[in-house]
């Protein structure tokens, strides 16, 4: 009975995302129908192409701190050279292209891992999803805040820094005590995979937990910056506190919302157009930029992990 409770609720919340994913993505279609938009889009000017050029060093960056966090979480479990590390993520990269949310994403990263050791590593790579979580809500929440307060000019900044704080401190101690959120009512959410991982994860060394948040960390400000520095490119004239809380509230709604295929493909350009256009931001502008980094830091190196992908599974 109690299994059946959880199906339903996890099927219910599912459809409940889906929905609103359909209705983000029509939001989309209805915006660009709306418009003139491949005629903009083309007439768009590159400003300063050295911006694009940051970006693009930036993105081996991303992959490159994703690839020694993975490194990291596999101490102890198995020993993995720098070099497999960074295939194995761009593997799973390419594999979680493929399904709902980036669920596949295990299955590259595991092509380098040995059968023996799956399970852990699974459970591992789990710390280091929560880890980005936690730094994406974090920092969203609280660039969330800023945007609040600029957009209806509150004199007040002390709240932001009360705010911040209460939601940081929070969301750390969810991280290194997930057991905290194993009760009911909250737990009826879960299924029994979701509290055995709990589990895991909280038995987990406190020192291990620190250096992966501190990766996430500075793997969420790449992002930022990337995003930062393509609208640049494109000569868009804005305070950088206001662009920089534009962007980690797209983030924080993005992380919140599921995906279907392809990396949130479609998800983060319909939050993107809503949030950008609270600043008034050209609607041509916004998507050209949104797609622009979805090809930087997901296709382009898709491509390329999927070739390490077919490589490793054919010598398997």
Request: aromatic letters at 14%; proline letters at 2%.
């Amino acid at each position: 009975m109690k299994n059946t409770l959880s199906l339903k609720s996890t099927k219910s919340i599912f459809l409940l995302k889906s929905l609103f994913v359909v209705v983000l993505i029509g939001y989309l279609i209805y915006k660009i129908s709306n418009s003139s938009i491949l005629n903009s889009i083309y007439e768009i000017e590159v400003i300063d192409s050295k911006f694009i050029g940051f970006t693009l060093v930036l993105m081996v960056f991303n992959w490159g701190i994703e690839a020694k966090k993975w490194q990291i979480l596999l101490q102890g479990v198995q020993e993995l050279s720098f070099a497999n590390s960074f295939k194995s993520v761009l593997s799973g990269l390419s594999s979680g292209l493929l399904t709902p949310n980036r669920i596949g994403n295990f299955v590259g990263r595991l092509a380098y891992v040995d059968k023996k050791n799956h399970n852990q590593a699974v459970v591992n790579t789990l710390i280091g999803n929560l880890a980005q979580f936690i730094s994406t809500v974090v920092l969203g929440v609280i660039g969330c805040f800023f945007l609040l307060f600029l957009k209806f000019d509150i004199q007040n900044d002390i709240w932001i820094v009360i705010v911040s704080i209460f939601f940081s401190s929070l969301a750390c101690y969810v991280y290194f005590k997930p057991s905290v959120i194993n009760f009911a009512p909250v737990n009826k959410l879960f299924g029994d995979q979701t509290k055995l991982s709990i589990q895991e994860i909280n038995h987990s060394s406190t020192s291990l937990k620190l250096k992966v948040l501190g990766l996430s960390v500075a793997r969420y400000i790449v992002f930022c910056v990337q995003y930062f520095l393509l609208f640049n490119a494109f000569g868009l004239e804005i305070p950088a506190i206001v662009l920089f809380s534009l962007i980690t509230t797209v983030f924080l709604l993005t992380t919140l919302i599921p995906s279907l295929l392809f990396g949130k493909l479609f998800v983060r350009e319909s939050v993107a157009v809503f949030i950008f256009s609270l600043a008034s931001i050209d609607l041509s502008l916004i998507l050209l930029v949104a797609f622009l980094l979805w090809g930087i830091n997901l296709a382009i190196p898709a491509v390329i992990g999927s070739a390490f992908w077919l490589k490793q599974t054919k010598y398997a």
